[in-house]
């Protein structure tokens, strides 16, 4: 299949999410090989966790099949442009693409909009909107300089 054909199927499953009432119109799909390795679609508002976005939930499918915590030589197709949380997730999983449909002005035109998340990045955390107050910085080292010092640590 090509890229155009796991778009497709993407596509499909965006739509049959919405049909089945299971989630907003999001799909992804982890592919390597020319085969599906995993398959997404948006399960936030009927497993109430907001971390549920399709690329994440293909990302923990993925990975879990695969064994491993990167996507070394899979691309990603989802039918959006990540989100924030998403695209986090996706550079630490380290595909080698990810190729999207719809872009992110084109999914605030349907309601789903995430320029308030990028905006807030910008600023200071002291600024945001959702308070955010450092605590314990100090103490908190211990965990890093254990870290630093484990010989048989698996790097990421």
Known sequence: MNER???????????????????????ALVVRGGK?????TNLVTSTNDPT????????RRACRKLGAFQLTG????????P???????????RPARVIFAA????????GFDDAHIYRQLRL?????????HPLMRAEAQAAFREWKSKPDKTRY
Do not use: K
């Open 74 to 81: 899979c691309d990603v197709y989802a039918t959006c442009e």
């Open 36 to 40: 599906i390795v995993a398959q997404g």
């Open 103 to 110: 872009t992110r002005a084109d999914v605030a035109r349907a």
């Open 5 to 27: 054909g796991w778009m497709d199927r993407a596509i499909e499953l965006a739509v049959a999410n919405v049909r089945a009432g299971r989630g907003g119109p999001f799909a």
């Open 124 to 132: 200071p955390f002291r600024r945001r909107s959702i308070p955010m």
């Open 83 to 93: 989100c924030p949380m998403c695209m986090g997730a996706i550079y630490w999983a």
């Open 52 to 59: 549920a976005h399709a690329e994440m939930v293909a990302i």
